[in-house]
């Protein structure tokens, strides 16, 4: 097990390193620097820019700058924040963006695997009906459209909740629940076709007939089972809800990194595309291993030798 | 079974009405004199000197007073001075080369110190370091010993020092401040009047590093002081107890920082905000509302929109050509259906509001298909479907791609020419215009300060920095010259009216739209002071006298 997670370890290592090299060059290569702005600035401007932030030494030595300063746990400083040290950005923004990540893939969870086993324990009934129209209506529709119809509703209509902003419970009722959405929908449907799977398995039958309860087999053989390919979409999605949506965070104004990446990338702010993407990458290669390892947990054929 | 469901349901109604219902009974009998307003996003650069964003400009301007400033009809006045300096009162020299400022000795820091010429003369020569690469610096090059100071990047510490002190600017004592100029510069005092040249405290910026523009370090001159900045989400200002001149009626302003455009319309909507824009394309809809109509505010800003050509690519090298292009677009169409009535036709280029604006400008590119078709022939075209198809880039974003598919439909049906039209990313836009790489574009104008001088040379004058068009005209390039250094002000803006003529007939642009703001504002505002150059929010240079009823 733990030469298994130092294996990976190293990997995630090598998985960071071709990330930072891939989108270093990237960002070089795509047209439009950082100081491109639609009032021109003076060459002498330019020029003293590019010094200060290193951008006039040839690109290798400035990768190899950046390695270096990683290596001591820098990742830069943003051009378009005032020169505040990306891992400040990051570190400030991150709790904002993980708590409603965290909330909405709370939602997601307890929203959609009750409405997966629901529907698929009782086919073909109402219940399975209304699960598969939600599942399928949430999953269709936008996160965007989703968020302006929470406002105009619960903001603009009834003056119930305010339209964003970052302070309180009231502020993250309306983006988690649009963010959780389309996980709770991907996760119902997950839900339902893997426990219609387990149900038809020869050991629940056996189970049924030797005459044990309804709820202890639903628990300790149906539940347990079905949740493998559960925990195989969970983990991404939690990756997904926890690094932040840009949709989501830019109309609700909430201070989380999703934002970040996205102005970055408009800005041409390097040390913030850096950050940003080098974090993301961090979070799922960290979630994908965790998800490996609860596979163990919870079907104990899984092994790591 | 059911009970349970029903304890739950009521449970949960319970614990949601304790969220919900503290906001429905938030509001008290007295009115608080907050103003909750919006700019478009974190603030870039908060520092003075190193500024260059209207967003940013709005939260300089709320902590920061300096020697000038302008009134609301942009002339300007004395703030930290005692009197704008002039020739008759000694405070500009016979050769218009030195300026002197006596200060107003009333004027002090938030922390109660006094303000003094050595914190501006540190604020001036700060603005030309070369590490700081702040982006308006060139705007002072004129200062003596400016552009070689800030130019020296690769230079040793002793040499950056002595080009430091060579820098023109002194504090002859704590309220005299000497400015020295290597050429005369008839608009150097309104650029006296900007943002990166208010004091700056040396020891603040010593003791705290780049940690200095945050609260409680952020100390300024002005009415009202930084108390928070939760970033990425808003700015908390509250009154300075101790400014010095006629104190802020609100105790507080608020910067929200909500980037979504219909978001922001809703959090007006909801209350949340007290001034904020509208949706593009939601104007007549915001006039046409009952409450909503009574609310809106108008008024024309110091921005001129319009697409550059690049002249030195054919066809538009034919002068006559683009003349054609201007007399074919409707542009009282355009403001009614692609700006939702806002704005107005543009047929040159300085804006009303801005000393140089001549409405008799022009004329003949007022909409009409027949002059229009006069103009394709002289250029060389029996008719539209002659002319070789034209190329039109734009950033894509906002309303841009409704603006291009307008002026490619306008000149297929009015001409009979065609426009294949080329939506970039935004900075790609920007390079590719920049390094002149491209063949038409649209693109805006907006004043830094209110002159022709930052109008004509700057974007006309042959391989001026912001001339993207490659016009080059050696009568506008002398005509500029000259007015650049002519101190009698009557003569100026003639020579500049003049300069102005030859870049309208000359059409190197297809002059499109002035801008106007439009806003909601709450009723129960008062006092809001609007100017045509304010920043991100309607009437930000005068907060002091805004009230809430």
Redesign the interface.
Known sequence: MTKYILHRIFWLIVVLLVVSFITFSLMHLVPGGPWDKEKTLAPQVVEALNKKYGLDKPFFVQFGNYLVNLLHGDLGVSYSRQDRSVTSILLTGLPKTATLGAIAFFLAIIIGIPFGMAAALKQNSAIDYISVLFSTIFASIPGFVLGILLIIIFSVTLHWLPTGGWGGIRQIIMPAFALATLPAAFIARITRASTLEVIRQDYIRTAQAMGLQQRVILVRHILRNSLIPVVTVAGPELAFLISGSFIIENLFSIPGIGRLFVNGVFARDYGLIMGSILFYAFAVASINLVVDLLYAVIDPRIRFD | MVKKILTLFFSLVIIASM??LP??SSSTSSTPQVLRVNIA???????PN?A?WSTERTVIMQVFEGLLGFNQDLSLRAIGATEIPTVANKGISADGKTYTFKLNSKVTWSDGKKVTAKDYAYSIKRLFD??????Y??FYFDIVGG?AY??A??AAAAAKAQLRDAVGVKAIDDTTLEIKLSAPHPTFLQLMALWPVYPIREDIVTQFG?KW?EPPNYIGNGPFLLKEW?????LTFVKNPDYWGTKPKLDQVVL?????A??LF??Y????VDIAGVPAGTEKKVMADAVLGKEVLRYAELVTFAFQFNVKVAPFNNVNLRKALNAAIDRDAFINNVRGGVGKAAYSWIPPGMPGYDASLGADYHFNVTKAKEFLTAAGYADGSKVPELRLQYADTGTNPTIAQFVQNQLKVNLGINVSIEPM????????V?AEKYTWAW??WGADYPDPDNWLPQLFGTGA??N?TAYSNPAFDALCAQASNELDNTKRLKLWADAQKMVVDDAPVLFMQYRERFLLVKPNIQGLKYTGMDGDVAGDMFFPNVSMK
């Not at chain 2, 996003?41 to 520092?47: L, R, W």
């Not at chain 2, 070369?130 to 982006?135: D, F, N, S, T, V």
């Not at chain 2, 939760?230 to 808003?234: A, G, T, V, W």
């Not at chain 2, 909507?269 to 949340?272: A, D, K, V």
């Open positions: 969220v919900v906001a429905c996003g974190e603030p870039a650069q908060i520092d190193r260059s070369p590490a700081l690469a702040a982006e610096t060139s552009q800030y130019s990047t690769d780049d523009t939760m970033h990425e989400d808003h929200n920082m909500i980037s979504d219909n978001a809703a959090a909507q909801n209350n949340e990313e935004r900075k790609a836009f920007t390079q590719a920049n693109y805006g920095g912001n993207h």
